[in-house]
């Protein structure tokens, strides 16, 4: 489903399905894979630090805020989306709202009405303190 730049495909077997005509009202966690073909009105969130996934059909609807490590979408989303390693945009994919990602791909006709925001993983190098940076820097020697 996925494919990394080493052309390795990552798979996660699907361990929860909701189908075309299913509506789930209110929020979601889950941990392993998840397939959405109905409709979800609320948040949709993976374990920390699981390995999780969500793949969203071209039929599929979600309204709230979605934050899964690895996501592929090719439906509808309204709400932020949070995708902390990989995010695939199918070229049938909506997005109302703003993407955090780590890695994205974008198919052709995928839309996004919103911030694209990279969010790299591991520690970032932001200083907000000049003057704590300098201390450190002259403890580095």
Do not use: C, W
């Not at 995708?83 to 990602?101: C, F, H, P, Q, S």
Request: proline share 3%.
């Amino acid at each position: 489903m996925f494919s990394g730049g080493d052309n390795k495909q990552i798979r996660t077997r699907i361990d929860t399905l909701i189908g075309k005509g299913s509506r789930i009202d209110g929020n979601l966690r889950y941990k392993g894979g998840l397939h959405v073909d109905g409709e979800i009105h609320g948040n949709v969130h993976a374990e920390e630090g699981s390995e999780s996934m969500l793949s969203l059909s071209q039929h599929g609807v979600i309204r709230g805020e979605v934050k899964v490590p690895h996501l592929s979408i090719n439906g509808t989303v309204e709400g932020d989306v949070h995708a902390e390693k990989r995010l695939e945009l199918g070229a049938e994919a909506r997005i109302t709202g703003d993407v955090y990602y780590n890695l994205i791909q974008i198919a052709v006709g995928a839309t996004v009405n919103g911030k694209l925001v990279h969010k790299p993983v591991g520690p970032t190098l932001a200083v907000n303190n000049p003057k704590k940076a300098a201390e450190s820097e002259a403890k580095r020697g």
